[in-house]
């Protein structure tokens, strides 16, 4: 029989995972059926226990359900701990495991499809909510040395604590594990004495056109500014162009959080080159 997922959100129209994971099931010869679900705002978990109840195999949430995605799991990840919110759920017989693919897909983008390695690299998240908590323990797995930067400090100041108490635990309980930790910037004027490697926009500042301030001198050579949202250039992309950086938008970590998700459920993992590909046209 065909196997069933879906992704849950509201709204859900413009979703395009539904035509990522049938690219990804057309070239790796799976057979399931995906489709979109939009759930009431208060009626999130009443959609997850129906597709459960109706033999559905997992489900991606996304905006607005992460964070009841990740009370509904009774299984978490580490990166899904970190994040406090879930954006895949596998379903078996009792259980309902939850994991966070963001991270995963924000790394291999740059990592596989732009052929930049971040071991050693000096990495600047912008951003201390949902989007940046999801997207940090991936970053410091492969080694990049990872500064946290929020228009609020305290909330910068409260992610990387959480990362640190979080690995120190790791680090007693799982042998062989050597992360850095995180830093975070206190002020405006300590964030001007730095130069990154690569700057990612975790803030939603995109959505109304705002601009994070930042300093003219804050890309070091040849440095990439990464915006998680994709479909149009945003003030912090303009930014980074007048100011001679790489630039690149959200588009292939959508892609390749699907990928991950998809190699979770189906233990094959998709070639998204072509599925980018379609998108990008």
């Known amino acids: ?84 919110a879930v954006n895949t759920l596998t379903f078996d ?34 951003g201390a909510g949902g989007a940046a908590q999801g997207v940090s323990l991936p970053i410091l797995e492969v080694g990049a040395n990872l500064f946290i930067y929020n228009r609020t400090a305290q909330k910068a100041q409260e992610l990387s604590y959480g990362l640190q ?5 790791q680090i007693v309980t799982k042998h062989g594990l050597n992360y850095g930790l995180p830093n975070y910037i206190n002020s405006f004027t300590e964030l001007s004495a730095k130069k990154f490697d690569l700057i990612v926009n975790a803030t939603s500042t995109g959505l109304s056109d705002e601009m994070i301030p930042l300093p003219d001198s804050i890309f070091a ?30 588009l292939g970590m959508l892609v390749e959080q699907a990928a991950e998700a998809f190699l979770i459920w189906r233990g094959v993992r998709p070639d998204t080159s072509p599925v980018l590909e379609v998108l990008r046209k």
């Open 1 to 84: 029989m065909t196997d069933r997922y879906a992704v849950i959100g509201n709204p859900i129209s413009h979703s395009k995972s539904p035509l990522i994971h049938r690219m990804f099931a057309e070239q790796t010869g799976q057979d399931i059926s995906y489709e979109a679900i939009e759930a009431p705002l208060d009626g999130f978990a009443a959609a997850v226990e129906r597709l459960r109840n109706e033999g559905y195999k997992g489900c991606n949430v996304t905006v607005p359900f992460k964070s009841q995605a990740h009370e509904v799991a009774s299984i978490l990840s580490d990166r899904a701990q970190i994040a406090k």
């Open 93 to 126: 017989t009792e259980r309902i495991l939850g994991d966070n693919t963001d991270g995963v897909g924000l790394v291999r983008d740059i990592e596989q499809n732009r052929s930049i390695k971040l071991r050693g690299k000096n990495l600047l998240l912008l």
């Open 165 to 169: 108490v979080f690995l120190n635990r």
């Open 221 to 250: 050579p040849g440095a990439l500014a990464y915006d998680m949202m994709y479909g149009r250039e945003t003030p912090f992309m303009k930014f980074a162009r007048d100011h001679d950086a790489q630039v690149a938008d959200g």
